[in-house]
């Protein structure tokens, strides 16, 4: 390892014909050369003025106007270029306002073979100590990076000369966790000689980015970085020294407001004089002691010099100078930054690795004598592979131990990295194909469930259709009925006024001829009645629904009956006596919590006060535990009675609970019976209510074909007579029609129902058919109306 501070030299740019020299001195000593500049005050500034007038910096050698391009090399590229060619990495440099010379330092000019700078210089010089050095095997690549407006791009491509900048593929910076920077689409070109060295440099310069500026005809508006790679290698040895060496032309500084360019050449400037301000803070940021962070990754520039710039590399800077008056502030500016770059200290290390090929070769050397070594100390030749018996046995093994249940079991399988590899492999393949079973498993439970469910859906889908078609049969049975009883009631009203004789009767015929005409559905004939009775007998059985369940009508006749059972009252009484019941156990558990809650809080006092003694007991043993305790046996007191209560209440909880159980168990008896009791009765009110029809059918026949004439002209005179009194009656009460009479066998009832459907029905005479025909009426109703068939 080699540490040093960065070498920094000075050139003087000679002056032109009309450009008029500074004030400036030249101080050569051996050690080191040291620059004057002398600023004189101007007068117009007045007589007070505190300018500096002289500045002095120290270099490592100032080379003056007259000094050649060899001389130059000599002094500042030969060492570096030495340094290269044992191992470590080197760069060079220059640094100055644009037109101060730094392009003719580095790359040379191009009319005498005598101005050829330093890059060419140093190519024929390495060829030329590899052409002496046969103790080794050289190889060299050259790369030419160029940097313009902050984009990097490769000079060495061929297709820079036939394709536009901005077509080119960019060079990226790419970092790898050493924090090593490498360079993306920048090629590598071999050299193994020094024409094949120049002609990449020629390539490079031609397609460099060239300008004419007021400060300089072809001034460079980019920076570049020439690039020598070197590796080397002692024939039988194992290791490979690697070394670069940067030679680096930076683009001028320039002050816009002097040089007053503008457009294109305004941008490129803007770009130039930001990067070079990166590579300033940079240089400072070294020169500081105590800084924790450098600033590499503000520019490219100075993220590609990062190693050349306080890393492993050996520096050198050249500060190109330009005395000219014009531009003594941008001299004196450079000056001022080849000082803060002196500060900087670098550290080159010996890049030396081993080459992995006889790296392998060697290793390989080795597994043979290890395995020889084996073979001669086990009796065994080893192979790479398992034999078969081999794989047999571990198989049986691995089973065994995986079978056993025993936690502390072990798998031996001897101190052979074969057959420890083949056992891990085994345990990877057998896991991955648990879990591969265990996803296919998955996926047919998975899709089994989706087709249950589906089967489900469809069985609910199909289940719901037949509900519905059910609905609509029910609902246009009913309708049709209602449209044949009426049209049945018109007909027996027509026979019976028809059958009858006398004036009166005629007379009493005719009114009621009248009322019906008004509305004809307000009255039903005998005959009527007993379809209507005997459809009602049937419909509710047609309306139950599969599986058990009631229908509408159903179900409101269960609630009116379950009104009426003896037994409602008992489930009732149950009910509320159950719902105290449960409030009391309720309230006693909560009691008891309270109770433990309690007694627990005893318990930590008790814990306490035996701490609290144990730690006075340290300090007086006799009299601590000689005395009892009076606030310990007065908590003892309270838990036991608090555990009496305890005992007593969850005694109590119990009996609730037992008494809980045995009214659940009535009320569910009581359920049942009542849910019996309603089936029983709902089968016979059927029976009944047909028998009843069958009776009212043949009343009315008798009454209607009796022989007797006085008879039946009187029972016909008093059926009209009651007829015409009851409509007269209706139409003075009820003049909107919303209650109607029926009347049959000198009974009447009247139903309440909707002005548009307004309907004399004549009933049995018995209280419970009656009641069921109502029951079953209203449930009909309010599915018409539901299914928007309510006029109907």
Same mark, same amino acid.
């Not at 080379?63 to 130059?72: G, I, L």
């Not at 050349?308 to 590399?313: A, E, M, Q, R």
């Not at 090929?357 to 009796?379: C, F, P, Y």
């Not at 089973?399 to 072990?410: I, Q, R, V, Y």
């Given at each position: 390892?080699?540490?040093?501070?960065?070498?920094?030299?000075?050139?003087?740019?000679?002056?032109?014909?009309?450009?008029?020299?500074?004030?400036?001195?030249?101080?050569?000593?051996?050690?080191?050369?040291?620059?004057?500049?002398?600023? +004189?005050?101007?007068?117009?500034?007045?007589?007070?003025?505190?300018?500096?007038?002289?500045?002095?910096?120290?270099?490592?050698?100032?080379?003056?106007?007259?000094?050649?391009?060899?001389?130059?090399?000599?002094?500042?590229?030969? +060492?570096?270029?030495?340094?290269?060619?044992?191992?470590?990495?080197?760069?060079?440099?220059?640094?100055?306002?644009?037109?101060?010379?730094?392009?003719?330092?580095?790359?040379?000019?191009?009319?005498?073979?005598?101005?050829?700078?330093?890059?060419?210089? &140093?190519?024929?010089?390495?060829?030329?100590?590899?052409?002496?050095?046969?103790?080794?095997?050289?190889?060299?690549?050259?790369?030419?990076?160029?940097?313009?407006?902050?984009?990097?791009?490769?000079?060495?491509?061929?297709?820079?000369?036939?394709?536009?900048?901005?077509?080119? #593929?960019?060079?990226?910076?790419?970092?790898? #966790?050493?924090?090593?920077?490498?360079?993306?689409?920048?090629?590598?070109?071999?050299?193994?000689?020094? !024409?094949?060295?120049?002609?990449?440099?020629?390539?490079?310069? &031609?397609?460099?980015?060239?300008?004419?500026?007021?400060?300089?005809?072809?001034?460079?508006?980019?920076?570049?970085?020439?690039?020598?790679?070197?590796?080397?290698?002692?024939?039988?040895?194992?290791?490979?020294?690697?070394?670069?060496?940067?030679?680096?032309?930076?683009?001028?500084?320039?002050?816009?407001?002097?040089?007053?360019?503008?457009?294109?050449?305004?941008?490129?400037?803007?770009?130039?004089?930001?990067?070079?301000?990166?590579?300033?803070?940079?240089?400072?940021?070294?020169?500081?002691?105590?800084?924790?962070?450098?600033?590499?990754?503000?520019?490219?520039?100075?993220?590609?010099?990062?190693?050349?710039?306080?890393?492993?590399?050996?520096?050198?800077?050249?500060?190109?100078?330009?005395?000219?008056?014009?531009?003594?502030?941008?001299?004196?500016?450079?000056?001022?930054?080849?000082?803060?770059?002196?500060?900087?200290?670098?550290?080159?290390?010996?890049?030396?690795?081993?080459?992995?090929?006889?790296?392998?070769?060697?290793?390989? =050397?080795?597994?043979?004598?290890?395995?020889?070594? %084996?073979?001669?100390?086990? *009796?065994?030749? =080893?192979?790479?592979?398992?034999?078969?018996?081999?794989?047999?046995?571990?198989?049986?093994?691995?089973?065994?131990?995986?079978?056993?249940?025993? +936690?502390?079991?072990?798998?031996?399988?001897?101190?052979?990295?074969?057959?420890?590899?083949?056992?891990?492999?085994?345990?990877? %393949?057998?896991?991955?194909?648990?879990?591969?079973?265990?996803?296919?498993?998955?996926?047919?439970?998975?899709?089994?469930?989706?087709?249950?469910?589906?089967?489900?859906?469809?069985?609910?889908?199909?289940?719901?259709?037949?509900?519905?078609?059910?609905?609509?049969?029910?609902?246009?049975?009913?309708?049709?009925?209602?449209?044949?009883?009426?049209?049945?009631?018109?007909?027996?009203?027509?026979?019976?006024?028809?059958?009858?004789? *006398?004036?009166?009767?005629?007379?009493?015929?005719?009114?009621?001829?009248?009322?019906?005409?008004?509305?004809?559905?307000?009255?039903?004939?005998?005959?009527?009645? @007993?379809?209507?009775?005997?459809?009602?007998?049937?419909?509710?059985?047609?309306?139950?629904?599969?599986?058990?369940k009631m229908s509408l009508g159903c179900q409101e006749a269960f609630e009116v009956f379950k009104q009426?059972?003896?037994?409602?009252?008992?489930?009732?009484?149950?009910?509320?006596?159950?719902?105290?019941?449960?409030? !009391?156990?309720?309230?006693?558990?909560?009691?008891?919590?309270?109770?433990?809650? =309690?007694?627990?809080? %005893? @318990?930590?006092?008790?814990?306490?006060?035996?701490?609290?003694?144990?730690?006075?007991?340290?300090?007086?043993?006799?009299?601590?535990?000689?005395?009892?305790?009076?606030?310990?046996?007065?908590?003892? &007191?309270?838990?036991?009675?608090?555990?009496?209560?305890?005992?007593?209440?969850?005694?109590?909880?119990?009996?609730?609970?037992?008494?809980?159980?045995?009214?659940?168990?009535?009320?569910?008896?009581?359920?049942?019976?009542?849910?019996?009791?309603?089936?029983?009765?709902?089968?016979?009110? *059927?029976?009944?209510?047909?028998?009843?029809?069958?009776? &009212?059918?043949?009343?009315?026949?008798?009454?209607?074909?009796?022989?007797?004439?006085?008879?039946?002209?009187?029972?016909?005179?008093?059926?009209?007579?009651?007829?015409?009194?009851?409509?007269?009656?209706?139409?003075?009460?009820?003049?909107?029609?919303?209650?109607?009479?029926?009347?049959?066998?000198?009974?009447?009832?009247?139903?309440?129902?909707? +002005?548009?459907?307004?309907?004399?029905?004549?009933?049995? *005479?018995?209280?419970?058919?009656?009641?069921?025909?109502?029951?079953?009426?209203?449930?009909?109703?309010?599915?018409?109306?539901?299914?928007?068939?309510?006029?109907?």
């Amino acid at each position: 390892m080699v540490k040093e501070t960065i070498r920094v030299y000075a050139r003087l740019k000679p002056l032109g014909r009309r450009q008029q020299a500074g004030i400036y001195s030249v101080d050569d000593e051996k050690s080191a050369s040291s620059l004057e500049i002398i600023v +004189p005050r101007d007068l117009a500034d007045g007589f007070v003025n505190n300018k500096r007038e002289s500045y002095k910096f120290k270099f490592q050698k100032i080379f003056d106007q007259e000094a050649k391009q060899d001389v130059v090399f000599d002094s500042i590229a030969k +060492p570096v270029a030495e340094c290269a060619l044992a191992g470590y990495n080197g760069t060079i440099f220059a640094y100055g306002q644009t037109g101060s010379g730094k392009t003719f330092t580095i790359t040379g000019g191009a009319e005498r073979y005598s101005d050829r700078g330093i890059i060419p210089r &140093t190519l024929s010089y390495i060829f030329d100590q590899l052409q002496k050095d046969n103790s080794k095997v050289y190889t060299t690549h050259v790369s030419y990076l160029e940097i313009y407006n902050e984009c990097g791009y490769d000079l060495l491509d061929p297709r820079h000369e036939a394709s536009r900048l901005e077509d080119l #593929p960019k060079v990226t910076i790419m970092e790898d #966790p050493d924090q090593n920077i490498h360079l993306k689409n920048l090629s590598l070109q071999q050299a193994s000689n020094e !024409e094949e060295a120049l002609n990449l440099l020629f390539l490079g310069d &031609t397609n460099r980015m060239i300008a004419e500026t007021p400060m300089n005809q072809a001034s460079t508006r980019s920076h570049c970085i020439f690039t020598i790679h070197i590796s080397s290698k002692e024939p039988g040895s194992p290791t490979i020294r690697h070394s670069k060496l940067h030679l680096v032309d930076l683009a001028g500084s320039e002050r816009v407001a002097k040089t007053g360019v503008g457009g294109h050449l305004l941008t490129e400037a803007k770009y130039i004089n930001l990067s070079l301000h990166y590579l300033e803070q940079v240089i400072i940021a070294l020169a500081e002691k105590n800084r924790s962070h450098i600033p590499y990754r503000n520019s490219m520039m100075t993220s590609v010099l990062r190693d050349s710039l306080g890393g492993n590399c050996m520096t050198t800077m050249i500060a190109t100078l330009s005395l000219d008056k014009r531009n003594i502030e941008e001299s004196i500016s450079t000056c001022r930054f080849a000082q803060r770059v002196a500060l900087i200290k670098n550290e080159a290390v010996l890049n030396e690795e081993i080459d992995p090929k006889l790296m392998i070769i060697q290793l390989k =050397r080795e597994i043979q004598e290890l395995k020889d070594e %084996l073979a001669l100390v086990t *009796g065994k030749q =080893r192979t790479s592979q398992l034999s078969q018996e081999d794989l047999l046995q571990l198989d049986e093994l691995i089973e065994t131990f995986l079978e056993d249940s025993d +936690p502390e079991s072990a798998l031996d399988v001897g101190a052979d990295m074969r057959k420890i590899k083949y056992c891990f492999t085994y345990l990877k %393949l057998r896991q991955n194909h648990s879990k591969i079973s265990d996803e296919k498993l998955l996926s047919h439970h998975i899709s089994e469930e989706k087709e249950t469910s589906k089967e489900a859906e469809k069985e609910e889908l199909k289940k719901m259709k037949e509900l519905l078609q059910q609905r609509d049969n029910e609902i246009n049975i009913l309708v049709n009925m209602l449209k044949n009883e009426r049209k049945k009631a018109q007909d027996a009203l027509f026979q019976l006024n028809a059958a009858s004789a *006398g004036s009166t009767s005629l007379k009493q015929s005719h009114c009621i001829n009248v009322e019906e005409s008004q509305n004809p559905s307000r009255f039903f004939s005998v005959k009527e009645a @007993k379809d209507l009775s005997s459809s009602v007998h049937r419909l509710p059985f047609l309306s139950r629904m599969k599986e058990g369940k009631m229908s509408l009508g159903c179900q409101e006749a269960f609630e009116v009956f379950k009104q009426d059972h003896a037994d409602s009252i008992t489930i009732e009484d149950n009910k509320q006596l159950l719902k105290q019941r449960f409030a !009391e156990a309720k309230c006693l558990g909560e009691k008891i919590n309270e109770v433990r809650n =309690r007694i627990n809080h %005893l @318990k930590g006092e008790i814990t306490q006060r035996h701490i609290r003694r144990a730690a006075l007991a340290v300090s007086s043993p006799s009299e601590v535990l000689d005395a009892l305790d009076p606030v310990e046996a007065k908590l003892r &007191t309270q838990i036991e009675e608090e555990k009496k209560s305890y005992k007593t209440m969850f005694n109590r909880l119990k009996g609730l609970k037992v008494e809980i159980e045995h009214l659940q168990l009535l009320m569910e008896k009581a359920k049942m019976k009542l849910q019996k009791d309603f089936e029983v009765w709902w089968t016979e009110g *059927g029976t009944n209510l047909q028998t009843q029809q069958e009776k &009212t059918v043949l009343v009315s026949s008798l009454n209607t074909t009796m022989v007797y004439p006085q008879f039946v002209k009187s029972s016909q005179d008093l059926s009209a007579n009651s007829f015409s009194e009851t409509a007269r009656a209706n139409s003075n009460e009820d003049p909107s029609g919303k209650n109607s009479s029926i009347v049959f066998n000198n009974l009447t009832t009247k139903i309440r129902t909707s +002005p548009s459907s307004s309907t004399s029905i004549p009933l049995t *005479g018995d209280s419970q058919t009656d009641a069921d025909i109502l029951a079953f009426i209203k449930a009909r109703q309010s599915i018409l109306q539901k299914k928007g068939l309510g006029n109907k």
